[in-house]
């Protein structure tokens, strides 16, 4: 019988609790429902449904494969979603929002993405608040951190780490930090959305994770604002890779204790629905995650 199909009876099956209602929402006779199940119970080796007179139930086992299984099926839609959405132009607005700091990189997929779709207008805003995406009416985000809403999914486009940094002036009349404990005496400049709030975590080279609470004078949403203090010699700046990139190239900041990486973070697309998504936004996703593949050096330091 065929694999997928007979996956789908099993989901029907679970939703519906019973063979008989899942035969009539299948329009499939009862036998071949019974079919359907007993080859994968056979492929498998298991009994993936206790079955009675009047209901059947999920085994322990039937349960972990149900929700693979599901898993399976809505990747499968959302492929077939995909190549729909590709074959046709896509159109309407796009409301897009994203954070201040990777926006330069953004602009030029934007002109790109406008130029091969004419027929698509684009509202994008830029800050550091956490938006509700469905109150506000979003259809896309492109954030450094995941959403600490669940029901929101998250694609991620590609890996970054924080850099420690500091520009030589900070240094001239303090020690530079040994250890990841060194910057509890230090003037730490703190993003508000860093998710580990005032500790900063660092991996050494034995992959053990490592923390230190820190302090300062400076707490701010704008990674642009803590950068500019960073370059004015006003503390050492958790900084993301890609907004100081010149900077350590140009020796205008200089990154710290190189032992020691900081956590690996990724920035995401975020959207609303796994499920129809539009045409409009699967395509600037996929145009997007091209473009971060040749510019990984960007990213991580």
């Not at 209602?21 to 498998?44: D, K, P």
């Not at 991620?156 to 001239?172: A, D, K, M």
Request: charged share 20%; hydrophobic share 40%.
């Amino acid at each position: 019988m065929d694999r997928l199909t007979s996956l789908a009876v099993f989901g029907r099956v679970v939703e519906c609790g019973g063979f008989s209602a899942a035969a009539r929402r299948l329009n499939m006779s009862v036998t071949m429902v019974g079919n359907h199940i007993q080859s994968l119970e056979e492929r498998l080796g298991v009994r993936l449904l206790n079955r009675t007179t009047r209901k059947v139930s999920l085994t322990e086992t039937g349960k972990f494969y149900y929700e693979r299984s599901s898993q399976i099926l809505a990747d499968l839609e959302e492929a077939d979603r995909a190549a729909g959405a590709l074959s046709s132009m896509p159109r309407g607005t796009l409301r897009l929002y994203t954070s201040t700091h990777i926006i330069r990189f953004l602009n030029p997929v934007v002109a790109e993405y406008l130029s091969l779709y004419p027929s698509v207008s684009l509202d994008l805003s830029i800050g550091e608040r956490m938006i509700d995406m469905i109150e506000d009416g979003y259809d896309l985000a492109i954030r450094t951190v995941l959403p600490p809403d669940s029901s929101l999914v998250a694609r991620r486009l590609t890996p970054w780490r924080h850099v420690l940094c500091c520009s030589l002036g900070y240094l001239e009349t303090r020690a530079a930090p040994d250890m990841p404990a060194d910057l509890a005496a230090h003037n730490c400049l703190r993003y508000t959305y860093y998710p580990f709030g005032d500790e900063w975590r660092f991996a050494n080279s034995a992959g053990e994770a490592v923390g230190v609470k820190v302090g300062g004078n400076a707490v701010s949403n704008s990674a642009e604002t803590l950068r500019y203090l960073a370059l004015n010699g006003h503390g050492i700046f958790l900084a993301p890779s890609f907004v100081v990139f010149d900077d350590l190239a140009s020796g205008t900041l200089i990154s710290l204790l190189p032992d020691f990486k900081p956590v690996e973070f990724s920035i995401n697309a975020i959207y609303p629905n796994r499920s129809h998504l539009p045409g409009k936004v699967r395509i600037f996703i996929d145009l997007l995650a091209e473009r971060f593949v040749s510019h990984r050096q960007w990213m991580s330091h």
